[in-house]
């Protein structure tokens, strides 16, 4: 039988805007999507959230302005002491904006259900699209932490860099992460699925438990999948019908009765893909 892939993938999204195949038993659609979020700015204690958000918004433009008009002529020590003064109505002793993303995101695919974006605890990777003014002299990554280590409160990033917050508000620097990809099928979807495998699986308990040779037991599984995938009540385009497809799917590899991690998967229509995407967090809510 041609060699197929067990496991659901995600394929060719690592790049924002590429078109994307996601696959489930039964179904697989390509979609062309940009992965991204926003955070929410942390407010400090007894401040006011439309004050910080306006103090925060003007720090940025003044900082912007002042190394526009006076860059050439600030020398290295006044710009790092320029990027690390403290922010307005904060009580820290130096630099601090903090920006929190929730952990979880969903996207609709309309009738194809929903993606479910879960953030992993990969480091962030930075791109500018500006030269970044202490790069040759600080780490900028270094200059982003994280406040947060539970995976349930979010990703908390605290910034403690004016450049680098101010290079990601204006979106100079974009910033990366990886994200697992779970496609949540559409209820038509998930019952078209979960009613194929317990068509299949039915007849294929009663020939694997069967105390026969493997070749045998081979042949008689082939025979039931041949059987089900012609019945009125099995749905699947043609490419999902086929004997090569399915065992590959319910079995560890087309030379193999053992059975595939499926078997054992709740039929809830929620499927990981293999690959985790690239996630773009930018801007605020």
Known sequence: MKKLFLTFTFLSLNCFGETGVLKAPFAEITFEKDLSSAGRLVIPPMVAEASYREAITEDCRIFQETVSKYGAQISTADILALVTEPLPYSMKKTYEAEVVFTPEKSVSLAENGELILHVKSEPLVLEWSEPDLLKDIQNPSASIVRAQA???????????????????????????TESLVYWKLSDRQKKMT????????????????????????????????????????????????SIDYIWNLLFENENSIQKSALWNKPLNGVYLQEKPVAYELKGLQ
């Open 194 to 241: 979960e009613e194929n495998l317990n068509l299949l699986f039915t007849p294929l308990k009663r020939v694997l438990s069967l105390e026969k040779g493997d070749k045998l037991i081979a042949a008689l599984a082939g025979r039931a999948i041949h059987i089900v995938t012609s019945q009125p009540g099995f749905q699947a385009d043609k490419r999902f019908s």
């Open 150 to 176: 539970s995976p349930a409160s979010g990703l908390w990033l605290k910034f403690t860099r004016r450049d680098v917050f101010c290079g990601y508000m204006k979106d100079v620097l974009k910033l990366k």
